[in-house]
């Protein structure tokens, strides 16, 4: 069975030192970490910039690249439905002045609670 | 104690109201049909009382429809008892997804710009807030699992106040933002003959500029301070864009004007009315009442100021 | 919820339901009385008036491009009308041989975009609006224009607070002067908020609004107190407004009296809390009882 996870983290910058933006719908970039190759991708967030309606576009755009948990700080309303409607988990993390790097490693030693 | 003082000392402009004596009914016209449209750029001026005045004393001798366009918040039918004798549902257009034909594609959520859909490996999610029935989705799909439901954004009431008054209420549900068609839908039932009194929201968006749609002229209310003043400017900027005569009313009055009457000057808008700040009317208006209800004398005054509307209409 | 200071920035937004309650004054008088490093945002921008009574020297601009507009290019319409038919929102308007989009009304949809035949329609971003970023006695102010029609929303409000976020991170406090109603704008301003001060009056629908704005706010999870201003217009009025907060366990932190002195002050470009009123002193006490209710302690500096 295949246990890769994919993980999400919203981020002020495409690379893993940059620091996590605390934002989930409008945060400029999600870096996603594959638990199976260890690697980040750092995409551009399509949605940051929309008109309205951006947590669900975001959570559409997670679906589409298979993410599976989401770290986040903050999430609203309609986001967390759509999240929760694809199967994404939602854990919490709000340390403060952390990088994509720092939030990554909490996830893998277990440390986040879901929201 | 009803007050008739005004604090407004004689400016030396012509505020036409305090020189008007009222038309007797033979004056006024059945057939008239006048839209007046009562704003302001900011809230807490008054427009509200303004308006539910207005059309109150005009309708002892014309037909009025006074109609709530404020429809995140309408309050008008706060100033009158009566329950609604008709209501109405306002629906949008919004997609239904039929699952059986739905590939699952995600076409549809890529085009809408809005975010209302989602779409999982084996779901659809629709946000309905979110939705602005454009009706894309359901052209875009080449499954043809979109379908047009109507959906309930908000309600209209009307009531009968007497034979010539009557107030439609527009009603958006909380939550949701396609306030334009509800107040669309307000107009559309309140075309009657005689006057039309639009109570618009407060500022100068789109709810405002979709109420403003066909006004033969505009009353703006101020307020006398910095505030009135320079959100004043900004419901001008509206009016003058749209190409309505404007007209003002200085609410909330304590006499120093003189900024405003300044600025109206400049722009040509005459200052129909003064209205001074008065304990007496905070309190008739706090208890739901009206002043022009309590009191002729201000009922004489919003008669004439809906003479003074008329014939700035006429001399334009 | 107890707030720490002394290096979290605490985030208020002052709101009020509708406009008119006072609340662009309370707000600057905080500014003033609170003794601590802030930030300012003004959110309400369809009639953005902190301006007028902080006095800010813009030092910075800068466009707000926030809607999305349908562009038809006429060399390549050949007037078919098909998007005119399909648009929703009346925005195609046609003399009989030109299709123009009318941007007042486009909604960005992309539905004729979507339908043109001749591909002669591009979704264009138009700038509605100004960004500034100023400086004022109190702290840097961010503030916004935008141009007739255009509407306030999620998306603008956002970016303003997240510049003042961004660029004043030691600051202690970040005071917001939140939108009217309970749309779009007032969520996207209440939405990572700490703690949210609404402003209320005791008129005929003042209650209601404030009922709305509550049921609207409590979803955000940010610890809400109630303040009464001009409440000697209307005491039974104010009573009730006390015990519909009193049943819904929302701590009413003052109530400020109706006072002239508080327009004189405007007038003359100073806030109210420069002199000493009725006004000011209960803005006085209104902030020690904020800083008590939210458990916030000394803040640092």
């Not at chain 2, 106040?161 to 009557?166: F, P, W």
């Not at chain 2, 107040?183 to 979709?210: F, H, L, M, N, Q």
């Not at chain 3, 109530?255 to 006004?279: C, F, H, N, W």
């Given at each position: 069975?295949?246990?890769?996870?994919?993980?999400?983290?919203?981020?002020?910058?495409?690379?893993?030192?940059?620091?996590?933006?605390?934002?989930?719908?409008?945060?400029?970039?999600?870096?996603?970490?594959?638990?199976?190759?260890?690697?980040?991708?750092g995409?551009?967030?399509?949605?940051?910039?929309?008109?309205?309606?951006?947590?669900?576009?975001?959570a559409?755009?997670?679906?589409?690249?298979?993410?599976?948990?989401?770290?986040?700080?903050?999430v609203?309303?309609?986001?967390?439905?759509a999240l929760?409607?694809?199967?994404?988990?939602?854990?919490?993390?709000?340390?403060k002045?952390?990088?994509?790097?720092?939030?990554?490693?909490?996830?893998?030693?277990?440390?986040?609670?879901?929201? | 104690?009803?007050?008739?003082?005004?604090?407004?000392?004689?400016?030396?402009?012509?505020?036409?109201?305090?020189?008007?004596?009222?038309?007797?009914?033979?004056?006024?016209?059945?057939t008239?049909?006048?839209?007046?449209?009562?704003?302001?750029?900011?809230?807490?001026?008054?427009?509200?009382?303004?308006?539910?005045?207005?059309?109150?004393?005009?309708?002892?001798?014309?037909?009025?429809?006074?109609?709530?366009?404020?429809?995140?918040?309408?309050?008008?039918?706060?100033?009158?008892?009566?329950?609604?004798?008709?209501?109405?549902?306002v629906?949008?257009?919004?997609p239904?997804?039929?699952?059986?034909?739905?590939?699952?594609?995600?076409?549809?959520?890529?085009?809408?710009?809005?975010g209302?859909?989602?779409?999982?490996?084996?779901?659809v999610?629709?946000?309905?807030?979110?939705?602005?029935?454009?009706g894309?989705?359901?052209?875009?799909?080449?499954?043809?699992?979109?379908?047009?439901?109507?959906?309930?954004i908000?309600?209209?009431?009307?009531?009968?106040?007497?034979?010539?008054?009557?107030?439609?209420?527009?009603?958006?549900?909380e939550?949701?933002?396609?306030?334009?068609k509800?107040?669309?839908?307000?107009?559309?039932?309140?075309?009657?003959?005689?006057?039309?009194?639009?109570?618009?929201?407060?500022?100068?968006?789109?709810?405002?500029?979709?109420?403003?749609?066909?006004s033969?002229?505009?009353?703006?209310?101020?307020?006398?301070?910095?505030?009135?003043?320079?959100?004043?400017?900004?419901?001008?900027?509206?009016?003058?864009?749209?190409?309505?005569?404007?007209?003002?009313?200085?609410?909330?009055?304590?006499?120093?004007?003189?900024?405003?009457?300044?600025?109206?000057?400049?722009?040509?808008?005459?200052?129909?009315?003064?209205?001074?700040?008065?304990?007496?009317?905070?309190?008739?208006?706090?208890?739901?009442?009206?002043?022009?209800?309590?009191?002729?004398?201000?009922?004489d005054?919003?008669?004439?100021?809906?003479?003074?509307?008329?014939?700035?209409?006429e001399?334009? | 919820?107890?707030?720490e200071s002394?290096?979290?920035?605490?985030?208020?937004?002052?709101?009020?339901?509708?406009?008119?309650?006072?609340?662009?004054v309370?707000?600057?008088?905080?500014?003033?009385?609170?003794?601590?490093?802030?930030?300012?945002?003004?959110?309400?921008?369809?009639a953005?008036?902190?301006?007028?009574?902080?006095?800010?020297?813009?030092?910075?601009?800068?466009?707000?491009?926030?809607?999305?507009?349908?562009?038809?290019?006429?060399?390549?319409?050949?007037?078919?009308?098909?998007?005119?038919?399909?648009c929703r929102f009346?925005?195609?308007k046609?003399?009989g041989?030109s299709?123009?989009?009318?941007?007042?009304?486009?909604?960005?949809?992309?539905?004729?975009?979507?339908?043109?035949?001749?591909?002669?329609?591009?979704?264009?971003?138009?700038?509605?609006?100004?960004?500034?970023?100023?400086?004022?006695?109190?702290?840097?102010?961010?503030?916004?224009?935008?141009?007739?029609?255009?509407?306030?929303?999620?998306?603008?409000?956002?970016?303003?607070?997240?510049?003042?976020?961004?660029?004043?991170?030691?600051?202690?406090?970040?005071?917001?002067?939140?939108?009217?109603?309970i749309?779009?704008?007032?969520?996207?301003?209440?939405?990572?908020?700490?703690?949210i001060?609404?402003?209320?009056?005791?008129?005929i629908s003042?209650?209601?609004?404030?009922?709305?704005l509550?049921?609207?706010?409590?979803?955000?999870?940010?610890?809400i107190?109630?303040?009464?201003?001009?409440?000697?217009?209307?005491?039974?009025?104010?009573?009730?407004?006390?015990v519909?907060?009193?049943?819904?366990?929302?701590?009413?932190?003052g109530?400020?009296?109706?006072?002239?002195?508080?327009?004189?002050?405007?007038?003359?470009?100073?806030?109210?809390?420069?002199?000493?009123?009725?006004?000011a002193?209960?803005?006085?006490?209104l902030?020690?009882?904020?800083?008590?209710?939210?458990?916030?302690?000394?803040?640092?500096?």
């Open positions: 069975m295949d246990n890769t996870r994919r993980i999400c983290i919203p981020s002020s910058g495409p690379e893993t030192g940059d620091l996590v933006d605390d934002r989930f719908g409008r945060a400029p970039f999600f870096m996603i970490y594959d638990t199976g190759t260890k690697k980040t991708e995409h551009k967030n399509p949605a940051c910039d929309g008109m309205g309606g951006v947590g669900p576009k975001a559409q755009f997670l679906i589409t690249h298979g993410v599976t948990v989401l770290v986040a700080e903050r609203g309303g309609n986001a967390l439905e929760k409607a694809g199967g994404i988990a939602v854990l919490l993390f709000d340390k002045g952390a990088t994509v790097g720092d939030a990554i490693e909490a996830f893998l030693q277990g440390e986040l609670g879901e929201q | 104690m009803p007050s008739k003082h005004f604090s407004r000392v004689n400016s030396g402009n012509s505020d036409l109201p305090f020189s008007y004596v009222p038309e007797t009914s033979d004056n006024i016209d059945d008239l049909i006048m839209k007046v449209t009562v704003a302001s750029g900011k809230g807490g001026t008054g427009k509200s009382m303004v308006a539910a005045n207005l059309a109150w004393a005009l309708s002892e001798t014309s037909p009025v429809t006074l109609v709530d366009c404020d429809v995140e918040e309408p309050n008008l039918h706060l100033f009158f008892p009566q329950d609604p004798i008709e209501r109405e549902e629906t949008v257009p919004v239904s997804i039929d699952l059986d034909r739905c590939t699952f594609c995600g076409d549809c959520a890529g085009f809408c710009a809005y209302a859909l989602l779409v999982t490996k084996d779901r999610l629709f946000f309905p807030d979110l939705c602005h029935s454009c894309g989705c359901s052209l875009i799909c080449l499954a043809g699992a979109i379908k047009e439901t109507q959906r309930s908000g309600t209209l009431t009307l009531r009968h106040i007497s034979d010539r008054l009557h107030i439609v209420t527009g009603t958006l549900q939550g949701d933002v396609l306030a334009t509800v107040i669309r839908e307000a107009k559309r039932i309140a075309e009657r003959p005689g006057w039309i009194v639009y109570d618009a929201s407060p500022g100068t968006s789109c709810p405002v500029v979709e109420t403003l749609q066909g033969d002229l505009c009353l703006l209310v101020t307020e006398s301070t910095p505030f009135g003043l320079h959100d004043l400017e900004l419901a001008y900027s509206v009016t003058s864009y749209m190409g309505i005569p404007s007209g003002v009313v200085i609410n909330l009055s304590d006499g120093r004007d003189k900024e405003t009457r300044a600025f109206c000057e400049e722009k040509e808008i005459p200052v129909f009315a003064t209205i001074p700040f008065d304990r007496w009317i905070a309190h008739v208006q706090g208890v739901g009442d009206l002043i022009s209800r309590r009191d002729s004398f201000w009922k005054r919003f008669i004439a100021l809906g003479m003074a509307c008329c014939s700035r209409v001399e334009l | 919820m107890l707030l002394g290096g979290a920035m605490i985030r208020l937004a002052v709101v009020s339901g509708k406009g008119g309650t006072g609340k662009t309370i707000t600057g008088a905080i500014a003033h009385v609170s003794t601590c490093s802030k930030v300012m945002v003004d959110c309400d921008v369809d953005a008036n902190l301006e007028l009574i902080l006095n800010p020297k813009v030092i910075e601009r800068q466009e707000f491009a926030g809607m999305d507009t349908a562009l038809i290019d006429q060399a390549a319409c050949t007037a078919c009308g098909i998007c005119a038919g399909a009346d925005a195609i046609t003399n041989t299709f123009v989009v009318c941007s007042d009304h486009c909604e960005g949809c992309g539905v004729c975009r979507y339908l043109c035949p001749s591909y002669a329609i591009s979704m264009r971003r138009r700038v509605c609006g100004e960004i500034f970023y100023s400086q004022t006695h109190f702290g840097n102010l961010v503030h916004a224009r935008l141009t007739p029609g255009a509407a306030n929303s999620g998306l603008l409000v956002g970016i303003i607070k997240k510049i003042a976020l961004e660029r004043n991170s030691d600051c202690d406090l970040l005071l917001v002067d939140g939108p009217p109603g749309g779009c704008p007032l969520i996207s301003t209440v939405t990572g908020m700490d703690a001060l609404a402003v209320t009056e005791p008129s003042g209650l209601h609004d404030l009922e709305r509550i049921r609207v706010c409590h979803p955000l999870s940010a610890d107190a109630v303040v009464i201003n001009k409440y000697d217009l209307n005491i039974p009025g104010s009573d009730s407004i006390r519909f907060c009193q049943n819904a366990g929302i701590p009413v932190v109530q400020i009296p109706y006072d002239e002195s508080v327009m004189d002050a405007v007038r003359k470009g100073r806030l109210v809390t420069e002199y000493d009123s009725p006004a002193q209960a803005i006085h006490s902030w020690d009882e904020i800083l008590s209710t939210f458990g916030v302690r000394a803040f640092a500096g």
